[in-house]
């Protein structure tokens, strides 16, 4: 009987083993989703920035600080980088820690 249990009992930790690294899969497959949407859109900003700033100095004048806050803050897509590009607002509160998994 003991030897029908240990049986019993080894495919429901491999099955536990296999859905822990299938959780961690995920976590880091949507973090580098994420960093790589950051990445592009900084990347489009600096290149958006860097147009409107050689349009400018040709015309001879710098753009005006209202709208380089603007064309930077344009790609902002979560609360977090809002807050961080708006100067003078509220960071977002973050939210209290888990013990479950996180997804982005």
Known sequence: MTQLNERAEQPCARGEAVRSQVE???IAFQFQDRVSQILDQ????IHSATQRLQTAMADGQAPDPGEWQELLSAGCTTA???AIASPGTRRPRRAPASAGTTFF
Not at 42 to 45: I, L, M
Request: no cysteine; proline share 0%; net charge neutral.
């Open 80 to 82: 977090e980088q809002r």
């Open 24 to 26: 961690q899969l995920m």
């Open 42 to 45: 900084v990347g489009a900003s």
